[in-house]
DNA sequence: AAAAATACATACCGGTCGGTATGTGTATTA
DNA sequence: TAATACACATACCGACCGGTATGTATTTTT
């Protein structure tokens, strides 16, 4: 039987990379020791270097496996699926404030990655840069999509209006991060619907 | 004569404080050494902290003294000062896209460091949200002045629209960082300048 | 001019960092 | 079942970090 499994070397390495996910996000990546991460996942060195070349590594492993499903999960799948997009766009932006204290303080891993890291070298920039464009690609078909169905303004340009999308959203859950009264991130939330909903059409 | 100068602490104040905007802004506050802040002013450990009380309080320095005035005299105060605040608003988005490759790379100081420490302690945080705080109040008088003077659509609500321009500002500039062609990037623009011209009257 | 305060420079410390070398138990192969 | 490859744990390293203690030249005060 080749099927018998050894000490669990998969589920080390999700433990590792779930682990290295939950501290980047709250700190970041590079102030984020392999220690702290090693003692949440309660293993050792040898775990890290076994599964991964260098810390580096782990951090795109993090990228790839954890934050990019992570954001096509909350952000492009529904609204792809959505039979309204905007409609469903409108939703989940307006959501964003009901979320709790600590997870607007921990804010978009994605958004914390850019700015932490796309300075550093091009490993994660062209990670982030893909997955943006993913985005953007799959938010302008749905745009597209939604002109045909009549959901959405006709003189829309789908390609500029999703980047600018993206963009805003990234940019509200920046903002968002740290403010301590929910006042100013609502009057955010506001604005955005109140232009999401001028793409209607009249 | 109680005006001869001392050695120039002023100016060596002043030094230390642009090495360490430099060093920041380049790789952010948490990474940056201050083996490398000193290495670029030319100066010792005794300087800083003679100075400041350490790092931290080097870093509020260099908001309060660079960032602060370095988004006000960028955002706030060429808008408040145009005649028309959509137009100027609309030009400097506009002009975002032409900057440096190494500029738009660097960021805005002021989205880079939220987007860094607000999950620290409060110090950053407070100065961070009375900038932000600040912008609104003062875009959201620029709008409802423009409504006065005609240049702007009455039904628009100033508070709730300045914050999200605000916003989506700060998500402009994050995407900018990464982005390898300038392509994105313009449709990004193109898609923020039309959502500004939708707020002038028809 | 002597004394005191200021404005730094130099040397050093404990702690933490990413990374490596090596040891060892476990699972797979032969 | 013996040999081998795998999956870690342990111990350790040099580099760098923020911070301190102290020395000293330069101003300012008296």
Known sequence: MTKTRRKAPDATRKRLIQ???SE???KGFQPTGLDKILARAK???GAVYHHFKNK???GYAVFDEVIDPWVRGRWIEPIHEAADPLKELIARVKAVPKR???ELALGCPLNNLILEVSGLESGFRDRMNGLLDAWRVQLAADLKRGQRDGCVRADVRPAETAAFVVAALEGLVGIAKPASDV??????VNGFVGYLQSLRPA
Chains 1, 2 share one sequence.
């Open 56 to 58: 580096t590594d782990l």
């Open 183 to 188: 006042k100013a991130l609502k009057q955010t």
């Open 19 to 21: 682990a290295a996910f």
């Open 100 to 102: 709790s204290g600590k």
């Open 43 to 45: 293993l050792t060195k």
């Open 24 to 26: 980047i996000h709250e």
